[in-house]
């Protein structure tokens, strides 16, 4: 039932509001900390705000035979090209592996610590645009490897251009005016 209600919250906010938090411990006679430690073990609950573009790429065996490695690699170089001086990146959680580091860290986001403290594995989070990767166990895509989802809507066979692509149209609708035409794609 906790779930269930903890889910309601997220689809109507995108996340996990604090205040709402305070709600349902309060309407449910649920201590805080209780309902905390059961949205913070499922992983789909988001504490803070969703990106605009949330990128969650297979780790799994067959994704990772596939090159899943190399597509990471691939769009968070992609992305870090495209953002350069005037959009500085910030590596939240330390720099990835592989990537070179764009210079001081800014530290941790609230809530959540540094991996190489044993928190949270690395993240990279942009702050314009706002896009984040991540790596996730399997998306149910292994006959069609590798396999990553963008803002929930699973790509099979994904490859950087294509997924650049699909980022591309999902940006673009977040920064274009609500009167802009349809709603297709990802996102």
């Not at 099979?156 to 999902?170: F, N």
Request: proline share 11%; aromatic share 4%; charged share 20%.
């Amino acid at each position: 039932m906790l779930i269930d209600q903890l889910k309601v919250i997220q689809s109507e906010h995108g996340f996990l509001p604090r205040e709402s938090l305070l709600e349902l411990s309060r309407a449910q006679s649920v201590p805080l900390y209780q309902i905390e430690a059961v949205a913070s073990f499922y992983p789909h609950f988001r504490a803070s705000p969703p990106p605009a573009v949330e990128v969650a790429v297979c780790s799994d065996m067959s994704c990772y035979l596939a090159g899943a490695e190399r597509l990471e690699a691939e769009l968070r170089r992609e992305v870090e090209g495209r953002i350069g001086a005037a959009h500085p990146a910030t590596h939240a959680l330390g720099t990835p592996p592989g990537l070179p580091s764009s210079g001081p860290r800014s530290g941790a986001p609230e809530g959540m610590t540094d991996p190489a403290e044993g928190g949270i594995p690395a993240t990279l989070v942009l702050e314009a645009p706002a896009i984040e990767f991540k790596t996730v166990s399997c998306l149910g895509l292994c006959d069609r490897a590798p396999a990553c989802a963008l803002n929930g809507h699973p790509i099979g066979g994904a490859t950087a251009p294509r997924v650049v692509e699909w980022m591309d149209a999902v940006l673009a609708r977040t920064r274009a005016p609500a009167a802009s035409g349809g709603n297709g794609g990802p996102g």
